[in-house]
């Protein structure tokens, strides 16, 4: 396949759900570990409205993980210990994806990564990842009492990449936040598959990012 040149020569991306595995299916364990309902995380974390703001709050580290644990558990009525860690402790590198960003490395591309903290402590979701010695820069929202899909955020991103935001793609699995980036300048994608991602990304950025080497 031939890949045309383009101007694109930086690349924003999510971290959870883009760099590991998908979300919902860890979540969807969780549950059935915990003996809940399916869907009882999203219903009451992420679509109940006192769940949003404090999912929100941790995000933006106006609450503590321990906090968001222990306010999570009421509402589920599990236990709150380490419960962040229960509920994605089983996400895993997207070899995939994390290739491909190494692969942009190589071919002289900007990496970055954008995204919104779940929390540092007691789990670290970025634990293991290396993220300030393989990406060019790292920005976790809860640094910046901000989350996605602040503008703020995206262009402090920007400002850390020294890069224009019509240079620069964004991937996300959220695409509330994809659209965001786009309304920035941004060219956005959505990140359903992963293999289908690396491709769309291969043919913005003008390079193959499928190669292993």
Known sequence: MEFRMSHRTGLLLDFGGVLTTALLPVVLAFEQREGLARGACINALY???EGVRMTSDLERGAVSQTAWNEFAG???GVSPDNLMGRIFGGLRPEPLLIDAAAAAKRAGIKVGILSNSVGL?????????????????VVISEHYQMRKP???LFEIALKLMNMPADEVVFVDDTEAYVLAAQQ??????HNKDPR??????SGLLGVDL????
């Open 121 to 137: 402590a007691p789990w670290d979701l970025y634990d293991g990842y290396e993220l300030d010695r393989l990406y060019d820069a």
């Open 74 to 76: 009421r509402k589920l």
């Open 47 to 49: 679509q109940d409205d």
């Open 196 to 201: 289908q991602t690396v491709a769309d990304l």
């Open 150 to 152: 602040d503008p703020a």
């Open 184 to 189: 920035l300048g941004f060219a956005g994608v």
């Open 210 to 213: 499928t190669s292993a080497s």
